[in-house]
């Protein structure tokens, strides 16, 4: 979807289709010429999995796409250092909520690899286990932290601490 289009605008769309109180949400990867950051935060707090300036190349868009079907998540390059900037020196003074349930020491592992920018087969290797097991995790995680897909779950590694502010 565009950030601007006729009738409801991408966000609203991306709400509608992926956000919060969706039972079974789509993967939705946004493309637009207007890489804002406020458009850029609304759409992941959404449940985007992608955010695309349009100046990308085709290839970056097809990738995308499939990282959106496979669960993980692809914002432009352009944007994600922005992005975790805003992030990583935010002052709020509330913190992020802790997950109810504590993080074993192997899904601390995987969140700072998410956090990263780690593929889930990047992960795997790493890691030494299966691409399934990398899966069930990140899942856990994601169910432990309340995040809907990795973005989600990177910012919130940010936000709590578990890695570092950007230089």
Do not use: C
């Not at 039972?23 to 493309?31: F, S």
């Not at 959404?46 to 993980?72: H, I, N, P, T, Y």
């Not at 910012?155 to 230089?167: N, S």
Request: aromatic share 4%.
């Amino acid at each position: 979807v565009d950030i601007r289009m006729p009738e409801l605008d991408g966000l609203e769309v991306t709400r509608q289709l992926a956000g919060p109180g969706v039972a079974d949400p789509l993967a939705v990867v946004i493309i637009t010429t207007f890489d804002l950051d406020e458009y850029v935060t609304e759409a992941l707090r959404s449940g985007a999995r992608g955010f695309l300036v349009k100046d990308v190349s085709a290839e970056l868009v097809v990738q995308a796409v499939r990282s959106a079907a496979d669960g993980d998540a692809l914002i432009s390059p352009s944007t994600t250092a922005r992005l975790l900037d805003h992030f990583a020196g935010r002052s709020d003074t509330t913190p992020p909520a802790q997950p109810i349930e504590p993080l074993t020491d192997r899904e601390e592992e995987i969140t700072l690899g998410i956090g990263r920018g780690l593929t889930n087969a990047e992960l795997a290797a790493t890691l030494h286990v299966s691409l399934s097991t990398i899966k069930t995790h990140v899942n856990t995680v994601m169910r432990k932290v309340g995040s809907r897909n990795r973005v989600q779950l990177a910012i919130w590694a940010y936000e709590t601490g578990r890695l570092p502010a950007a230089d």
